[in-house]
């Protein structure tokens, strides 16, 4: 027996390195999610490093709610990250614990970040953007339009019907 409890031969050692690493990018694919979500709900805020103008009423209080729930977003992911990894270490090395491990699981996350996941948030800001003009050109104004119009019949007809009860002075008219 060969350094006991806590040896591993190197092929072992090997194949928990390339684990680790494919589940760095899985938490790579996990982090694209959240990114999406805090694409999809930061919409409004315009980038204030690039010289652009926040165009919003209330525009310092939506940058401390943005702030907030960034700040959310990334420890829930890093609470995300550290359950899938501690998961992982017990499930694949029998709960031992090997530096190296977490080392290829960052490595296998920044591979991804750096490579498919640009892409990929690239392609969700653009979706997600379209995704918002089509519901605001096609659904949201249409919608507006006639609850403008039903409104402005409503309070015309209320307007017409307290100035018949006015002059008939019939309130159950």
């Not at 209330?58 to 959310?72: D, G, L, P, V, Y």
């Not at 709960?95 to 920044?110: D, H, K």
């Not at 892409?119 to 507006?144: H, N």
Request: glycine fraction near 6%; aromatic fraction near 16%; hydrophobic fraction near 55%.
């Amino acid at each position: 027996m060969m350094g006991g409890f806590l040896y591993q031969s190197p092929k072992l050692q090997l194949i928990l390195i390339m684990y680790s690493f494919i589940v760095g990018i899985s938490i790579g694919i996990v982090y694209s999610v959240f990114d999406t979500i805090s694409i999809m709900l930061n919409l409004h805020i315009v980038n204030e490093s690039a010289g652009e103008e926040i165009k919003l009423r209330n525009a310092k209080n939506k940058i401390i709610i943005s702030k907030i729930f960034q700040f959310s977003i990334d420890f829930l992911f890093s609470v995300v990250y550290t359950v899938i990894v501690v998961v992982f270490i017990f499930c694949a090395n029998q709960g031992r614990f090997r530096f190296f491990l977490i080392i290829f699981s960052v490595f296998g996350f920044l591979v991804y970040k750096r490579t498919l996941g640009r892409l990929v948030s690239f392609c969700m800001q653009r979706v997600v953007s379209f995704l918002y003009r089509t519901i605001k050109v096609y659904i949201a104004c249409p919608l507006y339009r006639l609850y403008t119009a039903v409104k402005i019949r409503f309070v015309s007809a209320d307007i017409k019907r307290r100035a018949v009860n006015a002059v008939i002075g019939d309130k159950d008219f």
